[in-house]
C-alpha cells in the first residue's frame, strides 16, 4: 500500500503530472522511473527489519557470511514484485474507476472487512484446551494459512532463506532464479501497462 501511494502520487500529482508530460520521455520510462522511485522510498523499512530476522536465522542455523548473500537477491527480487504490482493498481484504479463506485465499493471493503475478522477472530482465552502456550498458539497460527500458499513469492523467499541457512545452495540458487525471473516479468507488465494506461489515465 506504501508503494502504490507514493507512485500514485509522485505520478498524478496535479503540478507534477503537466511537467511530467511535458518532458520528452516515453510513458513507459516515466513510470518505470516512478516505480524504482517509490521502491525505493517505501521498501527500506522493509529491508532493515528483515536483515534483522535474517540474523536471527542465521544464528539459529550457524550459517556462514554466504547467507547474506544467498538471501539479499531474494529479498530484492520480492520488494520489486511489490513496487510493480503497487504501481498497476493506482493506475488501473485512476484509469477506470468512476466516482459513482466510491460508495458502494466502501460499503462492500467495509462489509468484507467485517466478515473477515469475524471468521479469524481468535478463540476466546476460556476456550484454551491446554496450558501449554504451542498447543494455544496452533489455532491461532491457522489463520496464517492463505499467506504461506507456494504460489506467493513471499513463500518462495522463505524456502530461499530456510535451504541458504540449511546450506543447501543449489536450491537458494533455484529459488532465487525463480524470484528473479517473476521480478524481471512484472517489470515487463509494467512497461506494457504503463504504454496503454499512463497516458489515458
Sequence with gaps: M???????????????TGWLLSLPLSF??????????GMVLASWGL?????????????????????????????????TVASNLSSWLPLALIRWLRRDWLKPL???????????????WPA????A????????????????????HPLLPSSWVAETVLAAGQGTTPQA???????????LLSLLITIHVASHLFYPA
Design 47 to 79: 529491508l532493515l527489519l528483515s536483515t534483522l530476522l535474517l540474523a536471527a536465522v542465521s544464528e539459529l542455523f550457524d550459517s556462514s557470511a554466504a547467507f547474506y548473500w544467498q538471501t539479499l537477491p531474494a529479498l530484492l527480487c520480492l520488494v
Design 106 to 120: 466502501a460499503v462492500a471493503l467495509i462489509g468484507g472487512l467485517i466478515v473477515l475478522a469475524a471468521v479469524l
Design 124 to 127: 476466546k482465552a476460556s476456550d
Design 129 to 148: 484446551q491446554s496450558v501449554e502456550v504451542a498447543a494455544n498458539v496452533a489455532p491461532i497460527l491457522q489463520h496464517t494459512d492463505p499467506f504461506t
Design 28 to 37: 513507459r520510462s516515466l513510470v518505470l522511473w516512478k516505480t524504482i522511485a
Design 173 to 183: 540458487t533455484f529459488d532465487n532464479l525463480i524470484l528473479l525471473s517473476h521480478a
Design 2 to 16: 506504501s508503494n502504490a501511494t507514493i507512485t500514485g502520487m509522485s505520478l498524478f500529482r496535479p503540478q507534477g
